[in-house]
């Protein structure tokens, strides 16, 4: 990650949506795994994906949350699945959105896509759910 002082506008707009988003444990644990070999990376997904793409107006979190979770599915990146399903509590997509989203990858990607979409997106959920509860039913935030 950049130093203080080398960190863009986009950088810090990127690390502000990508906390919105994943949560700040994701990010942070993300931060503390980084080092030389891929700080660059983190560099660029802070301000491309999160500081470009996913700060842009245009569309809610809800919309680009839904539309990342259909385009990961098709391209069956499974672990980027996953996360963005768990992401779905700050983003305000419901679970019957995400569904919707996933029959969209069945015709336009195959059905054998959002088949494994499906599986890994209730599995999230039923982890999601196993923590609410391990927590008392808290949510984990404030307020």
């Known amino acids: 990650m950049p130093s203080a002082p080398e960190r863009s506008d986009r950088w810090i707009a990127g690390d502000a949506t990508r906390r919105a988003v994943l949560g700040d444990g994701h990010v942070d644990a993300a931060a503390a795994r980084t080092d030389a070999f891929d700080a660059g990376f983190q560099a660029f997904i802070t301000e491309g994906a999160w500081g470009s793409v996913w700060s842009r107006p245009g569309l809610t979190r809800r919309e680009r949350s839904l539309i990342t979770i259909?385009?990961?599915?098709?391209?069956?990146?499974?672990?980027?699945?996953?996360m963005h399903v768990r992401a779905t509590r700050n983003t305000g997509a419901s679970a019957a959105d995400v569904a919707e989203a996933l029959m969209h990858v069945a015709v336009y990607a195959g059905v054998p896509?959002?088949?494994?979409?499906?599986?890994?997106?209730?599995?999230?959920?039923?982890?999601?759910?196993?923590?609410?509860?391990?927590?008392?039913?808290?949510?984990?935030?404030?307020?």
């Open 70 to 82: 259909a385009l990961l599915a098709a391209l069956g990146h499974d672990e980027e699945v996953a």
């Open 113 to 143: 896509a959002a088949n494994r979409a499906f599986k890994i997106a209730r599995q999230a959920y039923a982890e999601a759910e196993a923590q609410h509860e391990q927590d008392g039913g808290s949510d984990g935030r404030e307020g």
